[in-house]
């Protein structure tokens, strides 16, 4: 008998079941091959805008991904360094070789933990409380709590030209029962899409036609805690290439041979990645498609073509590749494909992740409607800790929208529901200045530790940051610059006005030309290089985020207007009929949570308040 | 909420038809029980039926009773329209049996407001009629027009969708930092776009100070000793335009003494007690008052007895008119002039001899130079007219101005977007698509809603 099991080794059931292991909960991941755990069958890389701030989070808490993204990287650089602090994020190219095996060696770490090579077919429900599971080997085993964490697994499809074959991503078996047993007990389904370009051979492009990309001069982790450790001159590069007009008529002419376009496709797919057919019927006038050529692997021969996702037939994606500079020799050596997948309608879980039908039931990553490998890791790790809270009796972990990225994905999932595959983007976070890469930690790691995932050592690191920061700016509130001659002349000299007197530090701080690098060369002193960020950013940065927190207090005032558990919208005079079916299937615990479901417009809200007003004058 | 509404919906007094309107759950059963001809519970939605109204047996009128079915009507409930003959008795009589078959007096403006809570109207129109019920002149009138026509709505809608294309732009930039594909914003970019939208804001916010004077009229303090020709004046003003307006409303009452229309302009003419310095306390909260209403004037006009040297009580007027919109009217020029012209200065002065029914147009002619009166006449009237709309485009002309600074000194644009947003979200309010809880505390007040 198990706590938990995990179904799926992807990004979700890895951060799932360390979690529940980790947590001292009995897990079991159950997954159809081990040696494709943490398997990155798309692009290979990790990070991204917001989407490196969601691995910042994932290690805050104590999740792994970020640990195993600093050891297992070919390339790392900060996204948007030249912006402000709010949207800078990190991102690396992975090695698909090492980057799963540094992952299952974590997972084999954990003696709470055992790993089972099978596929589960049915869940064993009671009484709307889930049992346990029946795999395809027809073994049954019971546990108090099941994650499914499928993936694209889940009764896919893969596509290619007029070709439709049941399968995973490359080569591995779909998931064929498990959908149709979280039918039967009542779950909706929703059918989605995505894809994968090809790759070629790394030694048939022609780099000198292509531009290189480097990765950045400076030392960078995704771990909130431990310095990074690699070599920067020995970062691979990326090269970018573009389609061109031949690229283009050749697409246009095939369009009836592509899966996406031969009316095989069902599913529907992401509108910010779409497949390069995609994007020439929709921006047809558009010259030139960038596209990225990106390493998979230190020890390999594969290149990924970035951009060029694509269901045409294997002959046309040979004329295609060979159509842009740098490729006209290049080998294919996987095709591109599209994937059709089931998935659960997001609807139909709570904030927790545990579906609001079967109790102890709870779903993560992709079958939740999501892309990416790190929204995934981030629900499963969610998922995971609520399991375990909820085996402990405590309260659950629910993430607000101006606590994390992680708490806007879950919320948008829930609320706004999905249509297309779901993807982090920095304009979903309303209150993104203070999400911030640099500050993941100060944001999550109380949370992290009051839950059990983060240890001494990484605790202490923690509180070491905290107390650097406090002493720095104690140091620059309390110490006067004078207006000596020197100091005069170097204020000048960097566009600024000279002092009339004394000044204390932080208050020079506060003029926009001054940075906290001019501050240390006055005074002469080396800060901390994390206390001196954060205070920089607090100082400059202090108008915009004050108006925040101001948004941020309105959002909180009506999450705290609460909605009766027992209303009947059917009830709710004047309301549309499209707000009042999407308020019934998601039934928001509160106005504010209400406000944000898509299809419910104010004038609803006005009239909901107007019925709570006459109906519930009291709450 | 739920109740069925009555009111007439035509200008009463004698005139060739009527119109009753109904709105509510209950309005077709209601009026079916009143009505001798097809039954209307029966007949199809946006059908005219031909029939009687009937008080038990005794036919009252002949009528055209019009059905219109929830959702697609006026106020998104059923209504239904019944045609009578004018004349205030019969018209009265259809509206008292409605009301005695289980309809509800409407209050005024309380079918625009279901309109607005069943989502038929934003918020803009709805105050927009509100504003065209209180209307007090023909421009007014015109005024409100505009806005319930959406012109409004519109030109801030626009403003909206200009905003959020840099909004979206700028999102592109921050999302995929490395695609060509959005143009890559940077501050001299930003700046054009600003700078063009912080100019519409402040024409809006220009245009709708006027659209105050139109609805709301110029208030108009008059200043002087006593014997100095005063009430003549009024009773010229007054007399000649031959239009005085009774309903005088709110704090202004006990003071105004009437009103004028001058090019469709309402002009509130309101005395002042005088202002001299003086012990008594009673009088004391008089001056205090005149004080205030010079403070609150548009325009004053302070008049002199040409005929006599400035005495000092004159000279505490003028001191009182600093930085004031004022006209001097010199009066008693007929008379041997004592005051030296110099000391009016800067003011504009117009010579009369009220008495004698001269200068007085010369007064008017001066108030429509001042504020260009013979241009508002003829202008579009794309206004924003009540105070909480004018606030609100205050709040977003110092928003656009704060970005429109920031991104001068070069903030990171992705920083700006919190205030771009903002005014987008500004907007939004003034059109009433924003969802925020200081929208919805406006709302209840204005509106009576709950129990």
Known sequence: MYEVIVIGGGHAGCEASLACSRLSHKTLLITGNINNIADMPCNPSIGGSAKGIVVREIDALGGEMGIIADNSHLQIKMLNSKKGPGVRSLRCQADKTTYPENMLKSLKSEQNLDLKEDLVKELIVENNIIKGVITESNERILSKKVIITTGTYLNSDILRGHNKVKGGPHGEKSSLYLSDSMKSLGLTMRRLKTGTPPRVLKDTINYEECQEEKGDEKLLSFSNFFKPVYNIESQHSCFLTYTNQTTHKIILENLDKCALYSGLIVGVGPRYCPSVEDKIVKFRDKERHQIFLEPERENGNEIYVGGFSTTMPEEIQEKLIHSMEGLHNAKITKYGYAIEYDAIESTELQMTLETKKIKGLYTAGQINGTSGYEEAAAQGLIAGINASLSLKGLEPLILKRNEAYIGVLIDDLINKGITEPYRLLTSRAEFRLLLRHDNADIRLTEIGRKIGLINDEKYNIFQNKLKNIKELEEYLTSNKILNTKENNDYLTNIGTTPLDGKISAIELLKRPEVKIRDIEYILKEQFDPTAKEQVEIKVKYKGYIDKTEKEVEKMLNLEKKKLPLNINYNNVKNIATEARQKLETVRPLTIGQASRISGVNPSDITMLLVYLKKEFPHE | ?451
Not at chain 2, 73 to 90: F, K, L, R
Not at chain 2, 384 to 411: D, P, W
């Open chain 2, 1 to 451: 909420m739920n109740d069925t509404i009555a009111a007439i919906a035509t200008a009463v007094g004698n005139s060739a038809i009527n119109i009753i309107k109904v709105s509510g759950t209950n309005s077709i059963d209601i009026v079916n029980k009143l009505f001798k001809g097809k039954n209307l519970t029966e007949v199809p939605s946006h059908t005219i039926n031909y029939g009687y109204i009937i008080d038990k047996d005794e036919k009252i009128d002949e009528v055209l009773v019009s059905i219109f079915k929830s959702p697609n009507t006026y106020t998104g409930e059923d209504i239904v329209e019944i045609n009578c003959h004018g004349g205030v008795s019969c018209t009265n009589k259809i509206l008292e049996l409605t009301l005695n078959n289980g309809c509800r007096l409407a209050e005024p403006g309380e079918f625009i407001k279901r309109a607005f809570l069943n989502g038929k109207k934003d918020l803009l129109e709805a105050e927009s009629i509100a504003d065209l019920i209180n209307a007090k002149t023909e421009e007014a009138r015109k005024m409100s027009m505009k806005g319930i026509t959406g012109e409004l709505s519109k030109m801030i809608k626009t403003l909206r969708e200009k905003l959020l294309t840099i909004i979206a732009n700028i999102e592109v930039n921050i999302d995929y930092p490395e695609y060509e594909d959005a143009i890559v914003y940077t501050n001299e970019l930003l700046e054009e776009n600003i700078s063009e939208i912080k100019k519409s804001l402040e024409k809006i916010l220009k245009e709708s100070e006027k659209g105050r004077i139109i609805k709301d009229g110029l208030n108009i303090g008059i200043i002087g000793k006593p014997n100095v020709g005063k009430s003549s004046l009024l009773n010229h003003l007054l007399g000649e335009e031959k239009a005085i307006v009774t309903d005088i409303e709110g704090t202004t009452r006990d003071i105004v003494e009437g009103k004028i229309i001058l090019n469709g302009i309402t002009l509130n003419l309101i005395d002042t007690a005088g202002i001299r310095e003086t012990e008594n306390v009673v009088e004391q909260i008089g001056v205090e008052k005149s004080k205030k209403i010079l403070d609150e004037s548009d325009l004053i006009i302070a008049i002199f007895d040409g005929s006599r040297p400035l005495s000092e009580e004159d000279n505490k007027i003028l001191e009182s008119l600093k930085n004031k919109k004022v006209i001097i009217v010199l009066n008693k020029v007929d008379l041997p002039q004592m005051i030296d012209l110099k000391n009016f200065s800067p003011f504009s002065i117009v010579e009369t001899s009220i008495i004698n029914n001269k200068g007085v147009t010369d007064i008017l002619e001066k108030i429509k130079e001042l504020f260009n009166l013979n241009e508002i006449e003829n202008q579009d009237f794309t206004y924003l007219s009540n105070a909480r709309q004018i606030s609100l485009v205050k709040k977003c002309v110092v928003l656009a101005n704060e970005i429109y600074e920031s991104n001068k000194q070069g903030t990171e644009i992705d920083l700006m977007q919190i205030d771009i947003q903002s005014l987008w979200d500004l907007l939004g309010e003034i059109i009433g698509v924003s969802y925020k809880d200081e929208l919805l505390d406006e709302i209840f007040s204005k509106f009576c809603l709950g129990k």
